[in-house]
């Protein structure tokens, strides 16, 4: 097991289930202390005693946070600065979709969409990114600092009936580039990886119906759906120091989709 994370305080956003779920895990099991946020503490805090049972030392912990809510990202910046001080990884991963064509859509439908995947991208790093750069000034033995953003292989392309899904994604790919030349000066850089189909509770139904996984088979050319820590171990890649000539990069995580 590599130890990439050691004595580093990390946060991933939607921590309860599927890609950040299996994010969280990998950060800790390399040393993080893990900060799990999300809107459920009961599926939270499922997540943090899993991790802390397999651990020699409990590390992870949760915060309840929308992260669509300013105020609450508030209270998780002042907790952060309370407990831990310090902040040097964090996953903007909390996402989620829905199905509509644009001319039936509702508009607070469209708003449900881009606050969950886009503002909450930029709510987030803002606030803890500010945290992220007071570390980067105090610390004598600086930490690699990094921040990854789960945008979608739906962002690189149009998406049927999830128009406002893809377009959401899209934006988060290019406001990626835009934090990470802002931050460079800080010595934060900031990446995204955009995930194919993978089997989390986002995709359960659609994966339900055999048509659509067939399609899934057809057009990726690895003939599969992804696992979600087959997304998280290259989240974490692009939040370790392996990475670090890396950044304003998109990292394609699709099995082969965009290819065949
Ligand atoms: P998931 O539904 O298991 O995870 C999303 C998490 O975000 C959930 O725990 C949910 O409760 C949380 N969340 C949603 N809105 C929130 C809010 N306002 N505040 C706090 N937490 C909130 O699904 P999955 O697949 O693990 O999704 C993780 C990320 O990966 C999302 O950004 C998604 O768009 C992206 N993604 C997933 C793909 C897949 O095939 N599973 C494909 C491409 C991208």
Do not use: C
Not at 103 to 118: A, F, K, V
Not at 222 to 245: D, M, T
């Amino acid at each position: 097991m590599l130890n990439r994370f050691a004595d580093s305080i990390a946060v991933v956003t939607g921590a309860g289930s599927g890609i950040g779920k299996q994010t969280a895990i990998q950060l800790a099991h390399e040393g993080a202390r893990v900060i799990l946020v999300g809107r459920t503490s009961s599926k939270l805090e499922k997540v943090a005693d899993q991790i802390n049972a397999s651990l020699k030392e409990p590390t992870a912990e949760i915060f309840t946070a929308d992260v669509t809510n300013e105020q609450d990202i508030e209270d998780l910046g002042r907790f952060i600065q309370q407990n831990y001080g310090e902040l040097h990884v964090l996953v903007n991963n909390a996402g989620a979709s829905g199905k509509s064509t644009i001319l039936e859509m509702e508009t607070s439908e469209w708003d449900r969409i881009q606050e969950t995947n886009l503002k909450s991208v930029f709510l987030v790093s803002k606030i803890l990114g500010k945290i992220m750069i007071e570390s980067s000034e105090q610390e004598e033995e600086k930490k690699d600092l990094s921040i990854v953003n789960v945008a979608s292989l739906s962002g690189h392309k149009a998406g049927a009936m999830i128009p406002h899904y893809s377009s959401s994604k899209a934006a988060v790919i290019n406001f990626t580039k835009s934090l990470a030349v802002e931050f460079a000066q800080y010595g934060i850089r900031v990446n995204s990886v955009s995930p194919g189909f993978a089997e989390t509770p986002l995709t359960e139904e659609g994966l339900k119906n055999r048509r659509f996984e067939e399609a899934i088979q057809r057009n990726t050319a690895l003939k599969r759906v992804g696992k979600p820590e087959e997304i998280a171990h290259v989240i974490s890649f692009a939040a370790s120091k392996e990475s670090s000539y890396m950044t304003g990069t998109d990292l394609l995580v699709d099995g082969g989709w965009m290819i065949t």
